[in-house]
């Protein structure tokens, strides 16, 4: 049974990355009637940030050198890394669990949402996931689709460009998980064009932007 694995990161009742996330789901469901899915909003429901039991937890293993998953598991040892170790352990499991990630990831200052950086903190243990030497791990290979929502800044001029630490950097993060093989950005932008007077005469680029980003969500759920 394939499983999609669903994360928002808007607390939005409108949210865009939401509505283009919805798209794709809904479009997954149904080429997939089979399917699992498996969808939680983290900014609705955070996680909760890495403590001294993981962070104590993974300084255990790197000393070890250990690389095994089942080892890996067990190893925290007082109650407090034990609490905090099934709690990540829950996160990565959904991870290894899912066939495709789908996540929707607002742009907030430059970046992403602290709620999706507080996820990423608790999953991403390397080496455990990713081989140093083969650059190869058990979720190589798989499908991570990363729909975005951007207030304003990145299509007004190709010097702000350079402030994108959004894309790069789930980009880099994902290839720390072993996601990189397969993954794609939905970019809906000029989202507050709607509402911002002086965005206005960029109301119909907006709407082009996100049209091509539900379109192209559905027909990669279909893939
Ligand atoms: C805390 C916060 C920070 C934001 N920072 C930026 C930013 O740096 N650049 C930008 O273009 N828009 C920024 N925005 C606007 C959001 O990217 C925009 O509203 C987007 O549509 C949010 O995603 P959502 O519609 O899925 O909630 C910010 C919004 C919030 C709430």
Redesign the pocket.
């Known amino acids: 049974m394939p499983t999609l694995l669903h994360l928002d ?4 009742p ?5 509505q283009i996330t919805a798209e794709f789901a809904a479009a997954w469901c149904a080429a997939n009637p089979n399917g699992r899915h498996v969808h939680r909003n983290l900014a609705r429901h955070p996680v909760r940030h890495v403590d001294a039991g993981h962070v104590e937890t993974v300084a255990r293993l790197e000393t070890a050198g250990t690389r095994d998953l089942r080892e890996a598991r067990r190893a925290a040892r007082t109650l407090a890394e034990r609490r905090s170790w099934a709690l990540s352990w829950k996160l990565i499991d959904a991870l290894l669990e899912a066939d495709v990630l789908l996540v ?1 990831l ?5 970046s992403t ?1 602290s709620v999706f950086k507080a996820w990423l903190d608790r999953i991403a243990i390397p080496p455990l996931l990713v081989s140093p030497e083969t650059g190869r791990g058990p979720l190589s290979g798989r499908r991570a689709v990363v729909a975005t ?6 299509p007004l001029g190709a010097d702000q460009l350079d402030d994108d630490f959004q894309e790069p950097y789930v980009r880099a993060a994902f290839r720390a998980l072993g996601l990189a093989d397969d993954l794609i950005f939905l970019n ?1 932008d000029l ?2 064009a709607g509402h911002v007077p002086w965005l206005a005469p960029l109301r119909d680029t907006a709407r082009g932007s996100l049209q091509q980003a539900v379109e192209s969500a559905r027909a990669a759920a279909r893939r």
Request: proline share 12%; net charge positive; charged share 15%.
């Open positions: 990161c808007s607390p939005r409108e949210s865009v990355s939401a929707g607002p742009l907030y200052h430059f949402p929502a951007r207030g304003a800044t990145y809906a989202t507050k």
